[in-house]
T-cell receptor, first 116, second 113 residues
Framework: DAKTTQPTSMDCAEGRAANLPCNHSTISGNEYVYWYRQIHSQGPQYIIHGLKNNETNEMASLIITEDRKSSTLILPHATLRDTAVYYC?????????????????FGQGTILTVHP | DGGITQSPKYLFRKEGQNVTLSCEQNLNHDAMYWYRQDPGQGLRLIYYSQIVNDFQKGDIAEGYSVSREKKESFPLTVTSAQKNPTAFYLCASNDRRPNSPLHFGNGTRLTVT
């Protein structure tokens, strides 16, 4: 799986958009970009994932550059409860039974602090 | 509500004792996983299971054992052979759809003294 690079920490004002960048310059054509977040002492929470098109759900938007070498997770209106560690993960397409099925490699992530 | 339940939240054991961590899911997911997280570090995969009665070693399986006798249950035993057992243990699951995201439990913090 491709390696990702994220800033160690970021700050955001409450109510503003939080834009979390992720570099994955060695990404392969069949690798998806996943985002999770982890609030202290809890399990990671799935946010969103995508291949090459921009994606949006009720939690966030994922913008993937045309060359797919980087992506940005956007929390449109950050709240204090969005303070967490955000993980960007790249993983190859996998079906049940494959050797990489479901396996995710979590790095250090970005500590996002939302302040009043 | 569907989800993954890990129990207990906190667990304390003396060195040299085996301990079993519970993980139950009612999401009807086929695959289940155990990860370990140490302070300031990312998650590392211990074991995973794609179907009942089958499981594979992850990246750091030494000193651990698992069983998968039922689809909804995937207990992890931390044996006395694990040299650094104190950690935060996370269980996860997903279904058979391609690229299905993992759903995590809220973890068990094990302290061995």
């Amino acid at each position: 799986d491709a390696k990702t690079t994220q800033p160690t920490s970021m700050d955001c004002a409450e109510g503003r958009a939080a834009n979390l960048p992720c570099n994955h310059s060695t990404i392969s054509g069949n690798e998806y970009v996943y985002w999770y977040r982890q609030i202290h002492s809890q399990g990671p929470q799935y946010i969103i994932h995508g291949l090459k098109n921009n994606e949006t759900n009720e939690m966030a938007s994922l913008i993937i550059t045309e060359d797919r070498k980087s992506s940005t997770l956007i929390l449109p209106h950050a709240t204090l409860r969005d303070t967490a560690v955000y993980y960007c993960i790249v993983r190859a397409n996998s079906n049940a039974g494959g050797t990489s099925y479901g396996k995710l490699t979590f790095g250090q992530g970005t500590i996002l602090t939302v302040h009043p | 509500d569907g989800g993954i339940t890990q129990s207990p939240k906190y667990l304390f054991r003396k060195e040299g004792q085996n301990v079993t961590l519970s993980c139950e899911q009612n999401l009807n997911h086929d695959a289940m996983y155990w990860y370990r997280q140490d302070p300031g570090q990312g998650l590392r995969l211990i074991y995973y299971s794609q179907i009942v009665n089958d499981f594979q070693k992850g990246d750091i399986a030494e000193g651990y054992s698992v069983s998968r006798e039922k689809k909804e249950s995937f207990p992890l035993t931390v044996t006395s052979a694990q040299k650094n057992p104190t950690a935060f243990y996370l269980c996860a699951s997903n279904d058979r759809r391609p690229n299905s995201p993992l759903h995590f439990g809220n973890g068990t913090r094990l302290t061995v003294t």
